[in-house]
């Protein structure tokens, strides 16, 4: 065991304990003996001192030339590289994930910075023909002001770069508020920032509880967006106050992904993807497989293989090498996929393999639930439509292509989705019927990359798409401008034309 890292708010450039004096523990969710860093408990002045400091730091920030902000990027992907590896460890211990997924997600950040400061160099508007003579009309890109990023603890360091690095590009301050599980990521990450050379105010970190201060910034009247990756429940919170309070939002919430494996599929592929999608991260992605929609002619065959698959997981602490599987975040989380698992009982699912606690030896002292398959799964069971986040696949059989993807769809939730098949008719015919934001052909429903857009459709978020170019409508406003040079008074709206 290691001395607990001591973390601290980042706000105008200094490091700063809360105002209130208060401290949370990060416990390593593999052995909860584990304190891995202790953190500030912050409250609503915390809050303030953070949204004055981005604000004062507004001014000057948006006024930096965009390819010129973009340097400071390119050197926090630098420094993330040579780092890479410290962080990883550290992910692995404070949040759980098996150690190459944890190089993962740091890669990712690393991803994010070379390709969003590109865009430093390009933020490109339109220009278009007036219908005016002697007039000039074009668009341009403004930033939106003080962003709060609000994170959850899954991707502890991709996340906070997806949103902070094209925030930052686009001329906003930020203040990012990390979830309560991962402190130590965020600071480590803040670090960066800092050793980068940002000038003071332009990010900040408040750490606290998501009901305190994620719900203050939110509700401050000095914020001007909120970007926000957690669950519904909070989601949809966040959402009805940025509504009231007339700030914009982006929203990421849950998902319910699905793969369909027909009956012509490869089965030896379809099922690495399915264990992958299902089980990889523990299953605590937003885009992890919780449902398996298979054709009843492969059904049989596909469960078993399956089943031998998931037998040989590995269940251990992520920085262990020999580990598949990582442990449950939290207490909490633990506790939700038990009572799934009660409630898939009682609604007449089969536990095929799993359903329950691990604590055979070391794991007792962690967070472990045993990879699970549940056979019999109806579409209208509640284990077939609520968000489970842990490692539990439904299997839900169907009769043809149709049936498959009317199942697909008829969740309340659409962010990823997959179908394994040859047939590149169904193939061509799901890509367009799915109703999510991600498909994948022949691939898991996990593994997005940095320069597409990520997000999803219904009620997985409110229509924004984060990564790509298509975040960049979440960190701008558009500027139309119009530049008369006629010398005169040119009445558009009025109809000119002389017949
Ligand atoms: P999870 O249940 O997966 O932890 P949450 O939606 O609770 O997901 O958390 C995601 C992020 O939202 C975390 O940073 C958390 O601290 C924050 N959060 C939780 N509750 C609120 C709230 N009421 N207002 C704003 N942020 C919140």
Redesign the pocket.
Known sequence: MTTPLVCRNFINGEWVKATTGDVLESRNPSDRREVVATFPHSGNIDVDNAVSSARQAYHSWRLIPAPARAEYIFKVGELLSQQKETIALLMSREMGKCLPEARGDVQEGIDWAFYSAGEGRRLFGQTTPSEMPNKFAMTMRMPVGVCAL????NFPVAIPCWKAMPALICGNTVIL????DTPACATKLVEIFQAAGLPPGVINLVHG???EV??AL?EHPDINLVS?T??SE??S??GEICGRTHKRVCLEMGGKNAQVVMEDADLDLALEGAVWGAFGTTGQRCTATSRLILHRDIKDKFTTMLQERTSQLRLGAGYEPQTEIGPIINQKQLQRVKTYLDIARSEGAKVLIGGEVATAGELQHGYFFQPTILDEVNPQMRVAKEEIFGPVVSLIEVDNFASAIAVLNSTNYGLSSSIYTQDVNRAFAAMRDIEAGITYINGPTIGAEVHLPFGGVKSTGNGHREAGTAVLDVFTEWKTVYVDFSSSLQRAQIDNRTS
Request: aromatic share 10%; charged share 20%.
């Open positions: 609000i994170t959850p603890w508020k990390p979830a309560e509880v998501g009901e994620g719900k939110v926000f957690g669950s909070t989601g919170q966040v």
